[in-house]
């Protein structure tokens, strides 16, 4: 068993504690430096073989609350760690997604193709928490060995999985590495609230006219079946009213699609689509549900072209840029 | 008003007399737990209405609501909420049991039976084989599920309604619902990239492995394949059929990968289709649906929804176990069409012709008036 993995690595196997216990050998200017370090290096654009960088890292985006960089990490993190544990024992794995995953999971073999085959099981609603997010068409539970209420996965898969869970523990804090309370970090808090400001600037939305062609094919679709007069959820018409806006469309413009819906009413109507917009109500402006939300609402149409694309605006602007570029 | 539309009014008029009538003596056996936390929504007899989003405090709340309204139709969401009673986006939407739906009307389809009361014990009796089969071959065996995690309800009309009641089951969101029913129906498929297609056979296995190689097996013994391929095709096959059938048995058939990947897996598609489960898809997948209150009767049968023990599905038979009305007296119908012999609760009724006026028990006067096969003359027995 290599040790260099669990080194490189602690908090997989101890958690929170595993910075807590470097941490305590630290002096505290030391301990300042390598954090100012941190942050003035931008350690989150790449990731360090150094285990303590690593965790501090994560600690600092964890503490300030910096949504968008502790997610650009983890993916990176994640990343690295998966094709680094691909070289580990089984039993390495196996400890791995026992921590992340599911403690349930284990190694059992099985007849395939007339070998015993090793393979790892996972609970059934443990796999589907991580799989819905995966588009491709191998990760439906219906082309999974599902047996007596476990999947059974190759070494490959399971890493796949532990990749997307570790992820998301990191993003959502199930995995928390806490830095002591009593270090300040109100200077560092103001540099990285800059630079997360630089990612929530609005997407421009190219000027001019809308191309439906470039469209997304779930909004192809609700779009489509508007205009023929067939009905839609109120999700579906939330999401497609927004959709539209977002691409620069008018009021009524929107409205008249909808007005050839089976239960139009005008009155209703432009309510509705005022509120979205943010003119009536609270004045919130609503935007496009993403990728992940129409999975949820049963709106997404997996398409080939969606590949990476997490939310339909992006899939347009992608789209249109193409078509930009080709044409010239 | 076209005569048609009068004698509907009132039937519903006489029905709902009935149903209030059981309701003031039988609300007791009405079930649901927890009580408060769920959303209610009611069918009314009047206008066709349907009342959402209600709320109620406990059962014997619930229960005199429906005895006072006599409804139609009695519904609870499967799911609960934080406030139940709040518009759809304000619920809080905390877990919900992971509901099936197995339709008799669909199924019996499939084997060219149409529903009518003639036919309606055989159409039920097939749509319990597929939940024993829903039952035993994925929730068990696949998914792992105790018997105790599930229950089976037969709707009071053309179907039986499963619940799974299992912590991490009910906590699962749309998509996971969507993919557990995939499973189950064999929706998207990638029958290609199966070990089945390059000839690996697993009789005795587990999942889809098992079950589609024991469904080749079985479309090729049969011969159900010869009405389904072009000649071409069906020579290809039958020229190999008795070798490839003792080879599946050994667990590899060289003789099964002459095939042409076109016939390999047009077998598998037919393989599919004569293993899936057929459940609603919509159904499950709807995490806020609404579903039939234990006890309460349904408005086109007279029935009342009743748990079924998995064991007794098998000879389950509606017309007797769910039988909520009085057999006595009778009342006077006018048949509106001409109807064959009706099982009902252990009797056979009928012929009947159209126009003929004939006294007949309660209960199968509104189960026959679900089919709109007659009209109820209310013989005074009510006031």
Redesign the interface.
């Known amino acids: 068993m290599s040790t260099t993995f669990h080194y490189k690595y602690p908090f997989l196997f101890y958690g929170e504690r595993a910075l807590a216990s470097i941490i305590e050998e630290i002096p505290l200017d030391n301990l300042r430096n390598l954090i100012s370090n941190i942050v003035s290096r931008k350690a989150w654009d790449r990731v360090s073989d150094d285990p303590l960088n690593i965790m501090l890292t994560v600690a600092i985006l964890q503490r300030l609350q910096a949504k968008r960089l502790l997610s650009r990490y983890a993916v990176r993190l994640s990343k690295k760690i998966g094709s680094e544990i691909q070289r580990e024992s089984t039993e390495t794995v196996l400890n791995v997604a026992r921590k992340i995953i599911d403690n349930r999971i284990n190694v059992e073999d099985i007849?395939?193709?007339?070998v015993k085959t090793s393979l790892f099981k996972i609970?059934?609603?443990t796999y589907?928490?991580i799989?819905?997010y995966f588009k491709s068409?191998?990760w439906?539970?219906?082309?999974?060995?599902?047996?007596?209420?476990?999947v059974y996965v190759g070494r490959r898969d399971l890493i796949r999985l532990i990749e997307e869970m570790l992820k998301d523990a990191i993003i959502n804090e199930r995995i928390r590495l806490k830095l002591p309370d009593h270090i300040d970090l109100s200077d560092e808090y103001r540099r990285i609230s800059q630079i997360e400001r630089t990612f929530t600037e609005k997407i421009k939305m190219p000027k001019g006219k809308i191309r439906v062609d470039a469209f997304p094919p779930c909004m192809r679709e609700l779009l489509s079946r508007a205009r023929e007069g067939r009905n839609l959820s109120?999700t579906e018409r939330f999401s497609l009213a927004t959709f539209l806006f977002s691409l620069g469309m008018s009021i009524d413009d929107v409205n008249e699609i909808f007005s050839n819906l089976p239960d139009y009413d005008a009155r209703k109507t432009m309510y509705q689509l005022r509120h979205l917009k943010g003119l009536v109500g609270s004045g919130t402006k609503y935007s496009p549900p993403s990728c992940k939300k129409l999975?949820?609402?049963?709106i997404c149409i997996r398409g080939e072209e969606c590949k990476d694309i997490t939310h339909p605006l992006q899939y347009y602007l992608r789209n249109v840029k193409r078509r930009h570029r080709e044409k010239r | 008003m076209s005569k048609e539309d009068i004698e509907k009014r009132d039937n519903i008029s006489v029905i709902k007399k009935i149903f209030k009538w059981y309701y003031s003596t039988h609300s007791s056996s009405i079930i649901c737990e927890n009580v408060e936390r769920r959303e209610f929504g009611f069918m009314l007899f009047d206008g066709n209405v349907m009342v959402r989003h209600k709320s109620f405090k406990s059962i014997l709340e619930l229960r005199r609501f429906i005895a006072e309204l006599a409804p139609k139709h009695a519904y609870h969401s499967i799911a609960i909420y934080e406030k139940p009673d709040a518009p759809?986006e304000e619920k809080g939407w905390v877990c919900a049991e992971l509901l099936f739906d197995i339709d008799a009307d669909h199924i019996a389809k499939k084997y060219g039976i149409a529903m009518r009361p003639e036919t309606y014990l055989q159409c039920m009796t097939i749509a319990a084989e597929e939940t024993i089969k829903l039952i035993e071959e994925f929730l068990l065996?696949?998914?792992?599920?105790a018997p105790r995690d599930i229950a089976v309800l037969f709707s009071g009309g053309r179907g039986f309604h499963v619940h799974v009641k299992n912590k991490?089951?009910e906590?699962?969101?749309?998509?996971?619902r969507?993919?557990?029913v995939?499973?189950i129906t064999?929706?998207?498929?990638?029958l290609k990239?199966t070990?089945i297609f390059?000839g690996?056979f697993?009789m005795e296995?587990?999942?889809?492995?098992g079950r589609l190689s024991r469904g080749v097996y079985e479309v090729l013994e049969s011969g159900y394949f010869r009405s389904k391929l072009r000649k071409q095709q069906v020579n290809a096959i039958d020229k190999r059929c008795r070798r490839i059938l003792e080879e599946i048995l050994t667990?590899?058939s060289g003789t099964w990968n002459e095939l042409s990947d076109k016939t390999k897996k047009k077998i598998l598609e037919m393989a599919v289709e004569l293993m899936r489960g057929d459940v609603d898809r919509v159904v499950t997948?709807d995490i806020s649906r609404l579903t039939r209150i234990v006890g309460t009767l349904h408005g086109k049968t007279g029935l009342k929804v009743i748990k079924v023990d998995i064991s007794k599905l098998e000879s389950f038979d509606p017309t007797k176990e769910a039988l909520a009305l009085p057999t006595s007296p009778q009342i006077t119908v006018k048949f509106l069409s001409d109807i064959g012999s009706v099982s009902f609760n252990d009797d056979i009724y009928g012929p009947y012709r159209e126009g003929q006026i004939k006294s007949i028990p309660i209960p199968l006067a509104v189960f026959l008036s679900g089919f709109e096969c007659v009209k109820l003359l209310n013989g005074g027995i009510l006031e």
């Open positions: 007849q395939l193709r007339g609970p059934v609603p589907l928490r799989s819905q068409i191998k439906k539970l219906v082309n999974q060995i599902v047996i007596n209420g476990y109120h999975r949820f609402y049963g | 759809m065996t696949d998914f792992g599920l991490e089951f906590y699962m969101d749309r998509a996971m969507q993919e557990i995939d499973y064999g929706n998207g498929i990638n990239a070990m390059e690996y697993l296995g587990h999942g889809w492995i667990g590899f997948s």
